[in-house]
């Protein structure tokens, strides 16, 4: 039995593309691996750390050796419980949509919260970096309203799924895999219905194996 941790990046809920693609893919997954537990942390639906003055002075004590006032402590804690729980996650899942180019503030904030020294990387004494959270595969399902894949004349303006690769692999993750749900947008209802489709049904060929 495995925990898939599955981590809700768009505040839209029924009107988002990659949420509901990513329930297509939860649903194939529920019915192939019947004796997996799916847990959900929506990104928007509950109170996460601010990570704000406290919680960076924490880190930057931690990183140190420097014992924390009582309300670093505190704040610090509350980072730690976000991380823990990630790691509870023997498989994750990440839907979100494209903002600006990149991913919502509030998914954002949460990865911010997440790559924390000595409990998602270590660093050498020569400066190198080494993740800590390894073992686990990844899939991204990445909806965006024009068209940045792989061979698109937009694909330089793609700090969406570029990001959290980057960011994954830094904390050890090296199997990562994507469903893109593209142009939701630019090309009309017609070309967003297609594109929907093909990503529904990526998605559910690949929740068979993951």
């Known amino acids: 039995m495995a925990t898939l941790l599955y981590v809700e990046g768009s505040p839209r809920k029924e009107r988002s593309y990659s ?13 192939a691996h019947p004796a997996d537990t799916v847990k959900t942390v929506d990104v928007w639906g509950r109170s996460l ?3 704000g003055g ?35 996650g023997d498989k994750i899942v990440i839907s979100s949509p494209m903002w600006n180019f990149g991913v919502p503030y509030a998914l954002k904030r949460y990865i911010d919260i997440l790559i924390q020294p000595t409990l998602a990387f270590s660093v050498s004494p020569t400066g190198g970096y080494t993740g800590l959270i390894t073992g686990r595969p990844a899939m991204l399902i ?18 969406q799924r570029t990001y959290l690769e980057v960011a994954l692999r830094f904390i050890g993750f090296e199997k ?24 529904t049904a990526m998605a559910k060929e690949k929740a068979k194996t993951f």
């Open 49 to 51: 750390p601010e990570f």
């Open 176 to 199: 990562i895999d994507a469903i893109l749900c593209e142009p939701t947008l630019s090309g009309g209802p017609e070309a967003a219905e297609k594109a929907l489709a093909a990503a």
């Open 142 to 159: 990445l909806s965006r309203g024009g068209s940045y894949g792989p061979g698109n004349p937009s694909e330089t303006y793609d700090f």
């Open 54 to 88: 406290l919680e960076v002075a924490a880190k930057y004590k931690l990183m140190h050796g420097k014992p924390y006032t009582p309300e670093e402590e505190k704040a610090w804690k509350a980072v730690v419980a976000a991380i823990e729980e990630f790691k509870t």
């Open 19 to 31: 949420i509901r693609v990513a329930k297509a893919f939860l649903e194939a997954y529920r019915a």
